[in-house]
């Protein structure tokens, strides 16, 4: 995204009014491919970066009758790996970006009573972005170097079951 490697003063120049209502429309699931939705999200999440861009980001979002975040937010659980990309990038925006007062945050409503182990959001890659039961992983950046568990291993072979979704 031009966004992500014109930042400062540039990425707020080319965040117009006209391209942020383009990328705002495109977030309707009634109007746009889930694709299209998807690259749109991550356009206003790189824009953003610039503290300027997620000011502006966060008034229109605020002025709007529904923030189209929440609508694509239950898509997190979705069977279609597109959809559930959508929903993931959506949640994580709403709890780290465009933070809506009233609001809860997810992790403090998420159920992790059966979970052992997660991965250690100290201990990661820059711009990783990583869900509220600590199980799943994002990264839109050019690059991901690694992330680590919560849970030590002394010896022996330890695997963890990953599922790819891209």
């Known amino acids: 995204c031009i966004a992500e490697k014109l930042a400062g003063p ?10 942020l209502e383009y990328l705002v429309a495109n977030l309707d699931p009634d109007e746009c491919n889930t694709s299209v939705i998807l690259f749109s999200l991550i356009a206003l999440e790189k824009f953003a970066q610039t503290s300027e861009n997620k000011v502006t980001l966060e008034k229109h979002l605020a002025m709007l009758p529904k923030n189209p975040l929440e609508a694509l937010e239950p898509w997190v659980n979705s069977e279609d790996f597109v959809r559930r990309q959508v929903g993931f990038c959506a949640q994580w925006c709403l709890d780290n970006l465009f933070i809506k007062q009233g609001r809860p945050y997810t992790y403090e409503v998420t159920d992790r009573t059966n979970i052992n182990v997660m991965l250690n959001s100290n201990d990661v890659s820059e711009y990783l972005k990583i869900s509220s039961d600590g199980l799943s992983a994002r990264c839109d950046a050019s690059s991901f170097e690694s992330v680590r568990s919560t849970f030590q291993v002394d010896s022996g072979v330890w695997y963890y079951e990953v599922l790819i979704v891209t």
């Open 10 to 19: 540039s990425s707020v120049a080319l965040l117009t009014q006209d391209t």
